[in-house]
């Protein structure tokens, strides 16, 4: 037969046919009147070749089974069969890890699915951290405030998505009043104008502005800071630190360096309270 006929028979294709024989899966046959010409065997050993592949089982243990399955014989004794085994159970692996990303997959979709239906948009960050942010620029029009909270937002997006954000953070953008998003603008709009002139101030001057980026997360978390401290990861939070600090702005780094400090010294505080 034909190598078209023979891609007919088995459901497959005259290029995937040709791809066979180069990786030497499958036996290139003799020709007859200028033409491969495929026998029994061929189409035999391409049946078991599609039958083992759509099983889920890779190429490269297909030519290992086969090799020891000569014919449609059962595999040998010894080690003959052990490596089979062996292949065909490091496949069943293969695939339950791809059931588990596509698990993880359809959770993401379907809260992706949530937060569109709640009339959020679509983020790696939480959608409560989201909304902040977007209130945020919101409220502060264009300028300079605008340009620091969307690179804020940037970063968040970037550190959810990299997994280096504690989950514990987004329990600090739930429940604000409309005085702490007034306090949260003010803060926003008070680090631009200083950012700016970051080089005219001094030590103390930048402290202040840390602490004051503390003391806006205490007075809203409350009675439920100290648990929140306890529960945050630490190393976790520094490897947030750490990509903060190296997306900073150049110019803004002393401020990013002290409020990053100043975070890390609280939780740490928190932790051994």
Do not use: C, N
């Amino acid at each position: 037969m034909r190598i078209k006929e023979l891609a007919a028979l088995t459901g497959s294709t005259v290029r995937t046919i040709r791809y066979y024989h180069q990786i030497g899966l499958l036996p290139v046959p003799g020709r007859r009147d200028g033409a491969r010409d495929y026998d029994m065997s061929h189409l035999a050993r391409l049946v078991r070749v599609r039958w083992l592949a759509q099983a889920g089982i890779p190429l490269a243990t297909i030519a290992t089974v086969l090799d020891d399955q000569p014919g449609i014989d059962p595999p040998g004794q010894g080690a003959s069969r052990e490596s089979v085994l062996a292949d065909l159970r490091a496949s069943v692996v293969a695939v339950d890890e791809q059931l588990a990303e596509l698990r993880g997959q359809r959770e993401r979709i379907t809260g992706l699915i949530a937060a569109v239906e709640a009339g959020g948009g679509l983020s790696p960050m939480p959608p409560v951290v989201a909304r902040f942010y977007d209130e945020m620029e919101a409220r502060a029009g264009d300028g300079k405030a605008r340009r620091l909270i969307r690179r804020e937002r940037d970063f968040m997006e970037v550190a959810f998505y990299r997994g280096e954000m504690p989950p514990e953070s987004a329990l600090l953008y739930q429940g604000l009043t409309e005085a702490a998003m007034a306090r949260s603008l003010d803060q926003f709009r008070a680090i631009a104008d200083r950012a700016e002139q970051v080089h005219l101030l001094d030590d103390r001057e930048i402290a202040q502005i840390a602490d004051g980026v503390v003391e806006r997360i205490t007075r809203h978390l409350g009675p439920d800071l100290p648990r929140l401290m306890k529960a945050v990861d630490l190393d976790l939070a520094r490897r947030a630190a750490d990509l903060y600090l190296g997306l900073a702005d150049p110019r803004h780094r002393r401020i990013d360096r002290a409020i990053a400090d100043a975070l890390l010294t609280a939780i740490e505080k928190g932790q051994v309270q």
